[in-house]
């Protein structure tokens, strides 16, 4: 009788124990939810200084000396938007007036003329007519990808001019088109 009862007992608490763990399993779910933010990552490569050489007054479209004037090979500037970027980009351009080393004297950065290739009076080649610089920023380019988007500068000389060293600073900028 004493095995019967132990056996009963066993089977017993067997049966109240799977009963007791045979629900013990519960699903919850929580939302997850992340917020990718805009990149932009672009790089500027030059042919050299930006330096558009000795000069004399009222010379017209002097191009920077290092950029190509007879092919598209080489430009002043190079804007790479970069495959890491994530959003269509505008980019854009401004400068400042050159002023003469010393003082007394400027050239206003409105006598530089830009285009996105070699040959300013060729429309049709490009992807956009040719610009003239000014000293605040300029969409030359909008809602584009990745890749290289080239600049050749040229620069007018005031017939009046006074003679000396005069430097300027060009500024591209890349960001988000919305």
């Not at 610009?131 to 600049?151: E, K, Q, R």
């Not at 007018?156 to 988000?176: K, L, R, V």
Request: glycine share 10%.
């Amino acid at each position: 009788m004493k095995k019967i009862g132990f056996l009963a007992i066993g089977v017993i608490a067997s049966l109240m124990l799977t009963s007791v763990f045979a629900d013990t399993t519960d699903t919850e779910t929580t939302p997850a939810s992340v917020t990718v933010n805009a990149y932009v990552s672009t790089t500027i490569a030059k042919c050299g200084n930006t330096d558009f050489g000795s000069q004399d007054p009222g010379d017209t479209d002097e191009p920077v000396a290092c950029q190509s004037t007879g092919n598209d090979t080489t430009p002043a500037v190079t804007i790479t938007v970069e495959s890491e970027t994530n959003v269509n980009v505008d980019i854009a351009l401004k400068g400042d007036d050159f002023s003469r080393t010393g003082g007394g004297g400027t050239i206003t950065v409105g006598n530089v003329e830009y285009d996105d290739d070699h040959d300013k009076t060729d429309t049709d080649t490009g992807n956009n007519a040719v610009g003239t610089l000014i000293t605040s920023y300029v969409d030359y380019w909008a809602d584009t990808g990745t890749g290289d988007y080239d600049l050749w500068f040229w620069l007018d000389i005031p017939a009046s001019q006074t003679a000396g060293d005069y430097t300027s600073t060009f500024y591209f900028e890349t960001s988000e088109h919305v």
